[in-house]
């Protein structure tokens, strides 16, 4: 009687272990709940972010003292880590709008700093040397390339926490991966570095190259982030142009 109840069991647990293999070969693991990914990537690039805006000129800063901003940023991002040190998993509403907050607040800032850029190099002034212009423009350059990847981040499929439950199934932005599934690991997902990629992509080439944006909202974000850039590039190569003449 033993064996039999032990032989069902074991038969049981076998059907149980194949109908989990199957549902995972039919659902790509972006659709499905999974692990979230590692704090380290987006926790770098930020810092990187916070240490761009702190070599920019006084006149390009939107608050001051200088580091009042930085120091608001960094304090957003202890909490953010302090709360999830290792991995970007789902826990408290608020730890979805501290991410949100720190996006803005950085998106405002380098903004601010664009804006005047540009003012500066329409009305003749600013820079007077070439290569402190370039590096200025190109610190300005970098940072949308962080801010537009971090609102790529936050918002596709509902933002990082939000995938972490497999909780949408229409992507907003369609990777390689997704259309080729056979040419990457059955556990693959986007992470913080392929909207990384994918912001500096559209930033260089003006256009989506081997990423798509599907909703509305990811193409006028990256037609917003192409404008910014274009502008930008255009503005700051012709002004040092000028003063190399």
């Known amino acids: 009687m033993n064996d039999d109840m032990d032989d069902a069991r074991s038969r049981l647990a076998r059907i149980e272990r194949l109908l989990e293999t199957g549902e995972r070969e039919l659902v790509p693991a972006w659709r499905r709940a999974t692990r979230g990914e590692p704090r380290w990537t987006v926790t770098a690039v930020i810092l990187m972010a916070v240490a761009l805006q702190l070599t920019l000129p006084h006149r390009l800063i939107l608050l001051h003292p200088a580091w009042a901003l930085p120091a608001l940023e960094l304090a957003l991002l202890t909490a953010l880590f302090v709360a999830n040190p290792r991995r970007v ?11 949100l907050v720190l996006a803005g607040v950085i998106t405002v800032a380098n903004g601010w700093a664009a804006v005047r850029l540009v003012g500066d190099l329409l009305n003749g002034g600013g ?17 949308n390339v962080i801010v ?23 992507a907003d932005f369609l990777f390689v991966q997704m259309q080729n599934p056979e040419f990457a690991p059955q556990d693959w997902e986007p992470a913080f570095l392929d909207y990384l990629y994918l912001s500096f992509t559209n930033a260089t080439a003006f256009s989506p190259t081997d990423v798509m944006p599907l909703s509305r909202w990811s193409k006028m ?14 503005l700051v190569v012709a002004r040092a142009v000028n003063i190399l003449r």
């Open 127 to 143: 820079e007077h040397g070439a290569v402190p212009l370039l590096l200025t423009g190109g610190a300005i350059w970098l940072t």
């Open 148 to 170: 537009f990847a971090l609102w790529y981040w936050e918002w596709d499929r509902g933002g990082p926490m939000a995938r972490v439950r497999g909780q949408r199934q229409y």
């Open 221 to 234: 974000l990256m037609m917003l982030q192409s404008a910014v850039s274009l502008v930008t590039v255009v």
């Open 89 to 99: 998993e789902p826990h408290t509403r608020l730890m979805r709008y501290l991410g």
